[in-house]
Nanobody
Framework: QVQLVESGGGLVQRGGSLRLSCATS????????LTWYRQAPGKESEPIAT????????NYVDSVKGRFTISRDNARKTVYLQMNALKPEDTAVYYC?????RGQGTQVTVSS
C-alpha cells in the first residue's frame, strides 16, 4: 500500500533552516506529482509546494516563494522541502501527499 513517511521537523529560531524529507513506497514514484502541505494550529491544511513527475514543473504558494525549495530524487523515491528564512508563521505540521494519500506529518516550530 501507499506509504509516505515525513522526517526532519523540529524547533528552530526565526531565520533558521530545516530540510524535510518524505520517503515513499507502494506506488510507482516516477509517475506522480507530489505535494507538500502544512496545517497550522486552528487552520485548515494548505498545499504549499508541488513538483511534477520529472521535477520540470514546480509551484509554490506565495507565502513560501523564495524561501522554500521542493525537490525530488526518483531513484530514492523521496521528496524534499528545503525551508530557509523560517518565520513563526511557518509553524505547522508538514505533510507530503499524492492524490488522497498523506503521511503522518512532521512538526515544525519556529520561535521568535
Amino acid at each position: 500500500q501507499v506509504q509516505l513517511v515525513e522526517s526532519g521537523g523540529g524547533l528552530v529560531q526565526r531565520g533558521g533552516s530545516l530540510r524535510l524529507s518524505c520517503a515513499t513506497s507502494g506506488f510507482t514514484f516516477d509517475n506522480y506529482a507530489l505535494t507538500w502541505y502544512r496545517q497550522a494550529p486552528g487552520k485548515e491544511s494548505e498545499p504549499i509546494a508541488t513538483i511534477s513527475q520529472t521535477g520540470a514543473i514546480i509551484n509554490y504558494v506565495d507565502s513560501v516563494k523564495g524561501r522554500f525549495t521542493i525537490s525530488r530524487d526518483n531513484a530514492r523515491k523521496t521528496v524534499y522541502l528545503q525551508m530557509n528564512a523560517l518565520k513563526p508563521e511557518d509553524t505547522a505540521v508538514y505533510y507530503c501527499g499524492l492524490m488522497n494519500y498523506r503521511g503522518q506529518g512532521t512538526q515544525v516550530t519556529v520561535s521568535s
